[in-house]
């Protein structure tokens, strides 16, 4: 089955800096890659997504990337703000073709400190 | 508003009371799934749905059921609880897949 790694699980930065969370899937199969941020004590939201056929999706602050080569994708949010703050999670799925499992990451705490 | 409802939000049971977790959405999304969330272990999918009458197992399937008998409820069914069972539970709605997912609140689940 599928298993998505997601690094790293602690990340601390400045007000102002970028942050960057990668994870890595191993089936080739899986074509989409939804990114969730989860603040304390609500449920998880999704903040963006990225199908196997696009290399890269922008929204703002906030951008994915996807090597389908190597199997890996990454979130990058750029000049991070306190409210960004959260658990991020990654997760990998055939969503767009094959309805099925979901696998998630672990998850990343990002804290962004004033 | 589109929305996913889980009832109840909390639940305190002993080990071996069956107890139901509900899950309802009004999006008319075809695909549902429900999640355990533990620390340090992220999102574990628990079963999932298609469509009604078609569910299927995620990854931690054991000590739960689950029906889909119309298309906007996906109960949760713990037909004996045991306290490796205490976790927080979420529940999920989509179109197709885990495209674009709606979580619901959680359900904070205590087996003692």
């Known amino acids: 089955g599928e298993n998505v790694e997601q690094h790293p699980s602690t ?9 960057v969370i990668k994870c890595t899937y191993s089936d080739s199969a899986s074509n989409y890659f939804p ?5 304390l004590g609500k449920r998880p939201q999704l903040i963006i997504d990225i199908r196997s056929n696009v290399g890269e999706k922008k929204d703002q602050r906030i951008a994915v990337t996807l090597n389908k080569t190597a199997k890996h994708f990454s979130l990058h949010i750029t000049e991070t703000q306190p409210e960004d703050s959260a658990v ?6 055939k969503g767009w073709t094959n309805a099925g499992k979901s696998t998630f990451g672990d998850g990343t705490t990002l804290t962004v400190k004033p | 508003e589109a929305q996913v409802t889980q009832n109840p939000r909390y639940l305190i049971t002993v ?14 999304h075809e695909y549902m799934s429900w999640y355990r969330q533990d620390p ?4 574990r999918q628990i079963y999932y749905s298609m469509n009604v009458e078609v569910t299927d197992k995620g990854d931690v399937p054991e000590g739960y059921k689950v029906s889909r008998k119309e298309k906007r409820n996906f109960p949760l069914i713990l037909e004996s609880p045991s306290p490796n069972q205490t ?18 609140q959680g359900t904070r ?3 003692v």
Do not use: H, I, P
């Open chain 1, 11 to 19: 990340l601390s930065v400045q007000e102002g800096d970028s942050a």
């Open chain 2, 15 to 28: 080990t071996g009371k069956k107890l139901t977790v509900t899950c309802s959405q009004n999006m008319n």
């Open chain 2, 87 to 104: 976790s927080l539970y979420f529940c999920a709605s989509s179109l197709r897949g885990l495209t674009e997912a709606f979580f619901g």
């Open chain 2, 109 to 111: 689940l205590t087996v």
């Open chain 1, 88 to 93: 991020y999670f990654c997760a990998a799925s």
């Open chain 1, 35 to 39: 990114w969730y941020k989860q603040e």
């Open chain 2, 40 to 43: 340090g272990l992220g999102l």
